[in-house]
T-cell receptor, first 110, second 121 residues
Framework: HSALTQPASVSGSPGQSINISCTGT?????????VSWFQQYPDKAPKLLIF???NRPSGISSRFSGSKSGNTASLTISGLQAEDEADYYC??????????FGTGTKVTVL | QVQLVQSGAEVKGPGASVKVSCEAS????????ISWVRQAPGQGLEWVAW????????NYAQRLQDRVSVTTDMSTSTVYMELRSLRPDDTAVYYC??????????????WGEGTTITVSS
């Protein structure tokens, strides 16, 4: 399973909403509702933002939301804040019972 | 509190093996799986392997499955990841993360601090 495809970078002004796409195939993203999203700051461990396509763990801001259509999942960050500047990765379960991450997206707050 | 504590950094030569530990505490060990994820310098995340302490089932990334194995020590709630025949491109930070118990669903809600493995001659 090849890495899921994400845009290399996305930017937005404070208060705006941005979307990050994550495109896979019917053998991963499209085949299962097991898509997760992670936020990572430099030299830090990733942090779970979304699991099972659209569920937020306790303590995660409602500004983060997830969805899926076909083979593409999306993360939306609404009310963009300076602290949202980080790298974001999607991740999916696959038909081989393995996991695959996306290529990663760097979010810049202008 | 729930935490995963990993072993310290290692430097290995090409062809050697390395075994990284991940000790779980603060929850019932058999209720969650453990995934391993690595990140090469300046690169993205790569899923490596998963184990269920409940069933003993394992899954490995296809491109690493001939060189990697994960095991558990139930007496100490510790998961081990061994990587053999090390190559320079195995140089990375290796993370363990708590995952779902039945399959590697990706609900990785607790992460270890990471273990840096450097492969160099």
């Amino acid at each position: 399973h090849s890495a899921l495809t994400q845009p290399a970078s996305v930017s937005g002004s404070p208060g705006q909403s941005i979307n990050i796409s994550c495109t896979g195939t019917s053998s991963d993203v499209g085949g299962y509702n097991y898509v997760s999203w992670f936020q990572q700051y430099p030299d830090k461990a990733p942090k779970l933002l979304i699991f099972d396509v659209s569920n937020r763990p306790s303590g995660i801001s409602s500004r983060f939301s997830g969805s899926k259509s076909g083979n593409t999942a999306s993360l939306t960050i609404s009310g963009l804040q300076a602290e949202d500047e980080a790298d974001y990765y999607c991740r999916s379960y696959t038909s081989s019972s393995t996991g695959v991450f996306g290529t990663g997206t760097k979010v810049t707050v202008l | 509190q729930v935490q995963l504590v990993q072993s310290g950094a290692e430097v290995k030569g090409p062809g050697a093996s390395v075994k990284v530990s991940c000790e779980a505490s603060g929850y019932i060990f058999t209720t969650h799986g453990i995934s391993w994820v690595r990140q090469a310098p300046g690169q993205g995340l790569e899923w490596v392997a998963w184990i269920s302490p409940y069933s003993g089932n394992t899954n490995y990334a296809q491109r690493l499955q001939d060189r990697v194995s994960v095991t558990t020590d139930m007496s100490t709630s510790t998961v081990y990841m061994e990587l053999r025949s090390l190559r320079p491109d195995d140089t990375a930070v290796y993370y363990c993360a708590r995952d779902w118990v039945a399959v590697s669903k990706g609900t990785m809600d607790v992460w270890g601090e990471g273990t840096t493995i450097t492969v160099s001659s």
